[in-house]
């Protein structure tokens, strides 16, 4: 159903944007998907990844400006050369702001991710450049944990969105990198699956 792919596939194209946005790295390869399942076993089929991790969305504040979306997220996380791969779907009735005209059945890769100690220092610095905010938020998928976000309309400059993501633990950075997610799946908070688990 989705194209193959291969992270190979991007790494020259996207290369320049770290450097771009003041970043060390690429972090995350977002893709908005219509069915998150099948997106799964393709990604994984592709990006050789063996475990998914599905984070339960809490306490999701959502905004385009000053006005409140109405948006529900589902997320699938995986690893493929040390880079997070994101399948997500978005539900509600503000979803086409994400989605826009976007194909069915269409694997987009809908944003490149940079993790970061603090994304409203971020925002201010897209703002003087003039990069227009498509939106922000915040969410939880864990006791004391806090994950703050925003994407921003880059497409037409570099063929791809970008987002700021700020992730919290007790109040201290801690990046979404593997070891952390994986510690969430051991203490039950983010439900894991095995590739080949998936039909």
Known sequence: MYPRLNLSDFGKKLEVLPQKFD??????????????????????????????????????????????LDQNFTIAIGYANGVQIEVFRVDGQDNDILYGNKPAEDLTLHHVGFFVGDVELNRDGMRKRNIKEIQNGQFSFA?????????????????????????????????MRRWFIWSAALFGVVEISRQKELP
């Not at 219509?34 to 799964?40: F, S």
């Not at 809490?58 to 400006?65: D, F, W």
Request: aromatic residues 16%.
């Open 23 to 68: 970043q060390s790295r690429i972090d995350q390869l977002g893709f908005l998907v219509d069915d998150v399942q099948i997106a799964r076993r393709e990604c994984g089929r592709n990006f050789g990844i063996k475990y998914w991790y599905i984070p339960q969305i809490k306490e999701s504040e959502i905004y385009n400006g000053q006005s409140r």
């Open 143 to 175: 006791r004391r944990s806090r994950t703050k976000f925003a994407y921003f309309d880059t497409a037409d400059l570099f063929g791809v969105n970008i987002e700021f993501i700020e992730n919290r633990f007790r109040n201290r950075r801690v990046d």
